[in-house]
């Protein structure tokens, strides 16, 4: 199964489940569709009314983000995995850069994660290096310490997906080559494997894919899906990237 997960970030109002009419139209009709699945993670305030309409269509939502506490508490503007399961959420992304980078550490990650399922929602978590990291090639050893500091036998490999997402190539139209990308995730996947002891996660890539991309990465065959951000807004990007991974 592959993952095609769309991450809004601050876009969308009510009208903008047009997007999400259109993606769904052809992924009902896709003759591939089995082979994967569509995720779109809107804000927070349009989860609820998007989830009830598409609750017994083909595509999910999922959240961009949890706070690291369970079910009520005193913290002003936090959601927690509790609410976000109680108006229809089926996935939540954590750790992604943007939020590692206003200051989620390893230890509220942990607690993200350890919420998240406990109040039955998948987990996507972000990894990534920066630019630094790349260039000193550390990129492997940082990505080791992302995982080996959250993920835990425990929290059951079939709850977590995993989203590499280099930082320098989130945004940026700039991409990692693919032998390198090919070496990573398997590095990555080595890793989770020994973390759960048993097969991995899924491992999905992030970073400026669109639809002149996507054939690149469909030589990698380690690669599970794709966490797609700014091709994600526009119905014709995000399909476009489906049709030619597919092609
Ligand atoms: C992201 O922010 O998760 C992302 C992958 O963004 P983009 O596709 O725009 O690089």
Redesign the pocket.
């Known amino acids: 199964m592959k993952y095609f997960i769309g991450?809004w970030?601050m876009f969308g109002v009510p009208k903008s489940i047009s997007i999400l009419h259109k993606i769904n139209a052809y992924y009902s009709r896709d003759k591939k569709r089995n082979k994967y699945k569509v995720i779109i993670t809107p804000p927070y305030t349009l989860i609820e009314s998007y989830s009830r309409y598409f609750k017994n269509k083909r595509i999910s939502l999922g959240a961009q983000n949890c706070y690291h506490r369970d079910y009520f508490s005193s913290n002003t503007a936090a959601i927690s995995p509790y609410m976000l399961k109680s108006v229809g959420a089926k996935y939540t992304l954590v750790g992604?850069s943007d939020n590692r980078g206003e200051g989620d550490t390893d230890v509220m990650l942990k607690e993200k994660v350890k919420y998240a399922i406990k109040n039955n929602l998948k987990v996507v978590f972000c990894i990534g290096e920066n630019k630094k990291d790349k260039n000193n090639k550390k990129t492997l050893s940082v990505l080791k310490r992302q995982l080996t500091k959250v993920l835990e036998k425990k929290f059951n490999k079939n709850n977590i997906i995993v989203a590499y997402?280099p930082i320098w190539?989130?945004?940026t139209g700039k991409i990692p080559t693919s032998n390198e990308l090919r070496k990573t995730t398997i590095y990555i996947k080595k890793i989770l494997k020994a973390i759960f002891k048993k097969a991995s996660p899924a491992v999905l890539y992030?970073?400026?894919?669109d639809g002149s991309n996507a054939q690149m990465f469909k030589e990698i065959k380690e690669i599970d899906g794709f966490?797609?951000?700014?091709?994600s807004k526009t119905s014709k990007k995000f399909i476009d990237i489906i049709k030619n991974y597919y092609r």
Request: without cysteine; charged residues 10%.
């Open positions: 991450n970030k992604h997402e190539s989130i945004g992030g970073g400026s894919v966490l797609i951000g700014g091709a």
